[in-house]
């Protein structure tokens, strides 16, 4: 079973949320929580995955986020947003956030995307990552800049990347090429150091910003 934390400020956003996923036989929400009680909260049930609104009251997003990241074992955290252009988002990514679901996510892919998050794969929306640059033109430029690493990659590294950036976990990216796990694991840490990257989703990212990745949404995107 993958164990979920849903925290949102909002009743409703949590009581969605748990009941969505809670109709997936894999997936169980062992608790929701608000900001303030976060962090207890996922000290106390050790989840896999917890979706945490970026934007609350109480306590922001990005302050549970950076706590979480200092736990012994930290979950895989992706942050729940409204907007496709959220302020935060960007900053989130880089403090090592796995990706976001906008709240007006289909409910039929919400269970999907909690079992990318899951299996180490991104979360991210094409779409909105655009945006997102669109609104952060310093941010954009440096991506620009650092995108231009992507020529240093290999083809069959390209071809990884472009899969990490779908949202495919290694495990999944050996069956769509035909590798065992150990050369993709070996594939990604090259791609991680030829771009100068600590994450998958800044990989993702980058590989975003050069132009790799077509219209089609992958297995981790959203639309």
């Known amino acids: 079973m993958i164990r979920v934390v849903v925290v949102d400020d909002e009743a409703l956003v949590r009581s969605g949320f748990q009941l969505i996923l809670g109709a997936a036989d894999d997936i169980e929400v062992v608790a929701t929580a608000q900001g303030g009680e976060?962090?207890?909260?996922?000290?106390?049930?050790?989840?896999?995955?917890?979706?945490?609104d970026i934007r609350m009251p109480d306590v922001d997003g990005l302050t549970v986020l950076q706590r979480l990241r200092t736990l012994p074992e930290p979950p895989v955290v992706a942050m729940l947003t409204t907007f496709d252009a959220d302020d935060y988002i960007l900053t989130a990514l880089r403090t090592?956030?796995?990706?976001?679901?906008?709240?007006?996510?289909?409910?039929?892919?919400?269970?999907?995307?909690?079992?990318t998050l899951a299996a180490g794969g991104v979360v991210l929306s094409p779409k909105a990552s655009r945006a997102i640059w669109s609104s952060h033109p310093g941010a954009a430029a440096a991506d620009d800049a650092e995108a231009g690493r992507v020529g240093r990659l290999t083809e069959r590294e390209r071809e990884v990347l472009v899969l990490i950036a779908e949202g495919l976990s290694n495990a999944d990216i050996g069956a769509r090429i035909?590798?065992?796990?150990?050369?993709?694991?070996?594939?990604?840490?090259?791609?991680?150091?030829?771009?100068?990257?600590?994450?998958?989703?800044?990989?993702?990212?980058?590989?975003?910003?050069?132009?790799?990745?077509?219209?089609?949404?992958?297995?981790?995107?959203?639309?």
């Open 38 to 52: 976060a962090v207890e909260t996922v000290r106390r049930e050790r989840p896999d995955v917890v979706l945490l």
């Open 96 to 115: 090592g956030a796995a990706g976001f679901l906008l709240k007006d996510t289909e409910p039929d892919q919400l269970a999907h995307l909690v079992r």
């Open 178 to 223: 035909h590798l065992s796990s150990g050369t993709v694991k070996d594939h990604v840490s090259a791609i991680l150091t030829k771009l100068r990257v600590g994450s998958r989703v800044r990989a993702a990212l980058l590989a975003q910003r050069a132009g790799l990745l077509d219209e089609a949404p992958g297995p981790g995107a959203q639309r």
